[in-house]
């Protein structure tokens, strides 16, 4: 992941109603809520002055409840909905500008698109399926046809090609709508709750192969789940949206130390902390640590500002003395059995 941005949306929203313009102005003048502006223009708002960027090669979740909005947001990344408001821009291009022919190809050649239902044509073979998007840009069959093999066997399924989907498991044809995203070598992948129609075991096993491709292929990718240890698992940064509303952006452990508010605090509250929160979150100035209990003494164990709170608690069984955080070989903090078990008790729900 690097510094650039590939992915900046500005103040969009989507008000669903044919008084869209009118309900918008409301909103912004008189604060309508979002049942209010149900109530006097029989309108819905869908998305509600969200702005939100994303980097090259970051894996970014957008997460949120039923009816929170985070698929009807993603669906205005390639233009599938048109906004009521704001800006769209995608590797520097200006997607509402774009006219119908230019945004039917910036679509084909920037962005790749998994649903969560496969979407896969029953007439085609899984080796057709996947080159559907090459077909598309008119690349020759066998160019086509070598490219969609290559990215079958990137995700596993070379020896599938010529099977059809019916005859492919529900995680294996999930598979092959991603390889069909990937064969048109896509700037921008965006998956709208990919994994959530399979089975819990299903589920991880495609989690895994996603980071394991994501790892491989870097591709700049928005992700939408309603599940945040998903989001958690897979996610560089999650935003977590409720009533059309960005209502926290951040790291997982951003999100797991600091919530927003309760509502967040809530969506957090069962989530493990061991492999979320890092040392730098947990630590005491050094300075501080011997002030108030003098020299830290020889042995201690040192870690890396990014170790997990779960190596953290099993070097604090193994070892008496505090443990030592560095960054970039310099001794930055200290790490108590206290600081530990404070963190620790933090994230556990009282009854």
Request: with cysteine; net charge negative; aromatic share 4%.
């Amino acid at each position: 992941m690097t510094n650039e941005t590939v992915v900046e949306i500005s103040n969009v929203w989507k008000i669903f109603g044919p008084r869209a313009k009118e309900a918008l102005e409301a909103v912004r003048s008189r604060g309508l809520s979002k049942a209010e502006v149900l109530s006097e223009f029989n309108a819905v708002v869908g998305v509600a002055d969200v702005s939100l960027s994303v980097k090259r090669g970051e894996i970014f979740c957008i997460m949120g409840l039923s009816g929170s909005g985070k698929s009807t947001l993603v669906r205005h990344f390639n233009r599938l909905l048109e906004p009521t408001a704001g800006k769209i821009e995608i590797e520097g291009t200006d997607v509402m500008a774009l006219g119908t022919r230019e945004l039917q190809t910036f679509r084909n050649q920037k962005i790749g698109m998994v649903f969560q239902n496969f979407a896969l044509m029953p007439h085609r073979s899984v080796l057709d399926n996947v080159a559907m998007p090459l077909e598309i840009r008119k690349v020759p069959k066998n160019e086509r046809m070598r490219q969609a093999a290559a990215i079958l066997d990137i995700v596993e399924l070379g020896a599938w090609g010529a099977k059809f989907a019916h005859e492919l498991s529900g995680g294996m044809q999930q598979r092959v709508g991603l390889a069909r995203a990937l064969a048109a070598n896509p700037d921008v992948l965006l998956m709208d709750e990919p994994f959530s129609a399979l089975d819990p075991l299903i589920r991880r096993q495609l989690q895994d192969e996603f980071i394991r491709l994501s790892k491989i292929l870097k591709k700049t990718t928005i992700f939408i789940t309603h599940d945040l240890d998903e989001a958690v698992r897979i996610g560089d940064r999650i935003a977590i949206m409720r009533d059309g509303k960005m209502v926290q952006m951040g790291t997982a452990e951003d999100i797991v130390m600091a919530p927003a508010d309760d509502y967040v605090a809530d969506f957090v509250a069962g989530i493990s902390r061991l492999k979320v929160v890092h040392a730098h979150a947990v630590m005491q100035p050094v300075a501080e640590y011997v002030s108030a209990h003098g020299p830290i003494g020889e042995g201690a164990p040192c870690v890396d500002a990014s170790e997990t709170l779960s190596t953290l608690i099993t070097l604090a069984i193994d070892h008496e003395t505090p443990i030592v955080v560095q960054t970039d070989g310099t001794d930055a903090g200290v790490i108590t059995r206290a600081d530990l078990l404070r963190t620790v008790i933090e994230g556990t729900e009282v009854s």
